[in-house]
């Protein structure tokens, strides 16, 4: 499982998994669909590796929605600047990075309007849902991609080289979508390792 420090201060894996787990129950009241990504979803289908942060997506697709996505993330805990979430809507870029009330750790927020695919999993203690392995592994490729100098990259790779690994894919679907987001040739090159 994901072991959580903070590059600053040593802060407990208790309290990752608390952070997570306020995180999953505000989502559930407030009726948000979610799933974690990230260090933590590649932890689950992985191999476990540290973080400092929560990544989440969830799906928003109306003011109602966004309405519900503010209140579970203040019943989480998390200090929320609404202007910060709004940009994120505004911007495209759909990326919200908050701050926890309680520890050191950052959660970023991922807006997207479609359904998401997830799967059932557990934290702590909780059921949590994790973003499906091939979202996760796609996910994973356009940053791989998009990272300068590629040397970078090398978490990125490793996770999903454990995810193919260990986890149940469907890699002839990731496969074709790799191909229409133009990373194929990098999956290619990952999977041949």
Do not use: N, W
């Not at 990259?153 to 074709?176: S, T, Y």
């Amino acid at each position: 499982m994901v072991q959580a420090l903070a590059e600053s201060e040593c802060v407990s894996v208790e309290a990752y998994y608390d952070l997570v787990r306020r995180l999953a129950r505000g989502f559930e009241k407030a009726h948000v669909e979610y799933a974690f990504t990230g260090a933590l979803a590649a932890s689950f289908y992985g191999a476990s590796r540290t973080t400092v942060d929560v990544d989440v997506v969830v799906e928003v697709a109306t003011g109602k929605g966004r309405a519900g996505l503010i209140s579970a993330l203040k019943s989480a805990g998390l200090v929320v600047d609404e202007r910060e979430v709004e940009r994120a809507f505004e911007s495209g870029y759909g990326i919200a990075r908050l701050r926890d009330s309680k520890t050191a750790y950052t959660v970023d927020v991922i807006l997207s309007a479609s359904k998401l695919a997830k799967r059932a999993g557990s934290v702590g203690g909780v059921r949590v849902f994790f973003q499906a392995p091939e979202d996760l592994v796609l996910a994973k490729l356009r940053m791989i991609k998009a990272t300068v100098p590629r040397e970078r990259a090398v978490k990125d790779e490793e996770d999903v080289k454990a995810i193919l690994k260990f986890a149940k894919v469907d890699v002839d679907d990731i496969r074709k979508r790799a191909k229409k987001k133009s990373t194929l040739p990098l999956f290619e090159s990952l999977v041949s390792v």
